[in-house]
């Protein structure tokens, strides 16, 4: 993991697209959001974007790898009472 003040870290915790979701009506949300994201984190000057998904949810690790995010961890965590839950650290430069 870079090493980079918390000040130019932008931290994106939970995004979820419904499962019920599919189909034409709703491609591209996921990459439509991490655009919005980016845009976001630019505007008050923040440098590196991080991201926590689930390890298990390989389409959303596959999605951020195709947009630039690197992984570059995952960690054991306790979510909502479940114990053990691995969240893989995903990591972007925005080139400030």
């Known amino acids: 993991m870079r090493h980079v003040p918390d000040e130019d870290v932008c931290v994106l915790h939970t ?8 189909g034409k009506g709703c491609k591209g949300y996921g990459r439509q959001f991490l655009a919005f994201y980016e845009q976001y984190a ?11 998904p689930y390890e298990k949810n390989k389409a959303a690790r596959a999605m951020y790898g195709k947009h630039g995010y690197t992984e570059v961890g995952i960690v054991p965590t306790e979510l909502n009472g ?9 990591e972007k430069g925005l080139g400030k």
Do not use: A, F, H
């Open 15 to 22: 995004l979820v697209i419904s499962p019920e979701c599919t």
């Open 82 to 90: 479940i114990p053990d839950v691995k969240l893989v650290l995903l």
């Open 42 to 52: 630019l505007e008050p000057g923040c440098s590196e974007l991080r991201l926590d």
